[in-house]
């Protein structure tokens, strides 16, 4: 007899698994040795993670004078970066907890690892705020501790400081909230492993035991953790807006720009989150765990943030023409047709026109389509950042201080030496806990998967 | 002191066996000792008689007091302990300690709530709790009872005739 499924929705997990074979599926991966395509990718991150961190201690070294930044364009490379991994560190929790929140049950396939790549990607994005002070040895001045200095407190009204609190805190939670999330898998490895690993499992599972009571306050905690990081994953990003927002060069202080960095960020965040679940995907044999189905909402969610910054870009365009002010007017001439126009039409046509594609339902479920366009997009939404940052400084008030900036192979070292620690990280985790919540998908299996029991189940598929 | 538990235990492999087992078992007045599963069984909390966490409530006491450290820190620092002028704004300037009133509110609910609940359930790093079935964390459902509040043969036998696929004896470290 064939399985039951709903028959409105299609299931989330395929090929008529029980629950010890998703077990065996999804934890086995990190009981063998090594694939050969592990160790394939591993050696170029570990390579690019190295360069990186020689180009820091360069610059820690000899002085930000290694980079090109000048006396107009003092916002480069450096922030770009870093706006750019905030941005992407955005999708897990927004998988987790907005998702959890709205009831989504395809966010089992994909919360795991999309909640490891933001953690992963905050780290990135918090090295760059960290050595663009020049004198890192000097960091902790931006926490408000008592000190000898009077005590001199920072300065509570500065958008720079808000983003101080607001990315510590998000990194905190998102910490919290995808270890909290490991547990009960952890437990599963310690309960199959022997000898030393079963040690070092028992360790990290917290002594896990399966109990009703456990489970019943495990899920309060996780649902409000996510009530707690929606409205944080809202406010992180804002708050990296108001960095530009608050400030009064032309091009910079919009009230659009909240919501527009919010949906960006939730965009680039999903095609990254695309982007890396595709690959592992396929080199984990994971096919019947993140289905097409997986695929395609994360694409509608990728047209709707894709057409929501569109929108945002030509009212901004609107704006500036309709507000009359000739200097505002101008900001944005020169963002188009200035020194900088290739990203400026780079970032029109990877952010607005490209989403576009996902209206068709067949490119929605074409995995090698959506492949290429999730990269396509990251790259987009870098340019993004850059047209923000470093085209508006470019053309600031006086024309006798405008400038031109590229970065020098330092930036260059130090942006790629982010990918190599990203993906060192990502790829050690994929090997040391299951990219897919074990647990979680368990708990869709008989309501979302294809051994769907419910009041409207279809015999026979 | 260590005490000891000498726990009887059945298992199944299905949600709904387990949830008619413990109904079962409530109806005829049997002291469960506890449930374990895999997965979160949901409706069972209200058939085995457990009451509502209140981890809620503490998260809010928490957010509480991230609002109340963050709000009167910023402005006992800017008003009384070292005020001064940014920008030509008052020094008591509300609404830029809004965000980090926001952010100290979520970061305080979010690290104590998550420190509550593994002090509350007895869980830490390097806590080695006796595990009861090592199928538990796979694909089995367990219900066991306390030899202390149950006497074990009625236990074995009401086990068996509740559908239990087998009916095990385990003594746990209490």
Redesign the interface.
Known sequence: MSAPVSSIREPLVLGHK???DI?EDLVSPTEKAPPLSWILVFIPAVALLSLGTFAVYWTIYVGIGTWNLNRTINWGWDITNFVWWIGIGHAGTLISAILLLFRQKWRTGVNRAAEAMTIFAVMCAGLFPMIHMGRIWNAMFIF?YPNTR????V????AL??DV??I??YF??SL??WY?GL??DL??I???AKGVRKKIY???A????????????????AL??AG??T??VL?VHT?VS?DFATGIVPGWHTTIFPPYFVAGAVFSGFAMVLTLMLIVRKVLGLQEYITIAHIESMNKVILATGSIVGVAYITELFISWYSGYVYEQAAFFNRAFGVYWWSYFGMMFANVVSPQFFWSRKLRRNVTFTFFLSILINIGMWFERFVIIATTLARDFLPSSWSYYSPTWIEISIYLGTFGLFFTMFLIFARVAPVVAV??V??IL?TGGDQYVGEDAVKGH | MKKRKDIVYGVYSEEHDIIEAVREARSKGMEIYDVYSPIPIHGLDPVLGLKESRLHIAGFIYGLLGTLTAFLGMSWIFTRDWPIIFGGKPHWAVPSFIPITFELTVLFAAIGMTVSFYVVSGMGFGVDNDVLDKRISDDKFCLAFDNDEVDSAEAKQFLQSNKAEEVLEKTLKA
């Open positions: 029980t629950y010890h077990t408000p009077g005590s001199l407190w300065n509570f009204n500065s400081l808000w609190f607001a510590s805190t905190t939670v919290l909230f909290t547990v009960p437990a599963t310690r309960d199959r028992s360790f990290f917290l002594g896990w035991t399966g109990s009703a009571k456990h489970w019943q306050r495990w899920e309060y905690l409000i953790l707690l990081a409205p944080l406010s708050i108001f647990a979680e368990k708990h008989k």
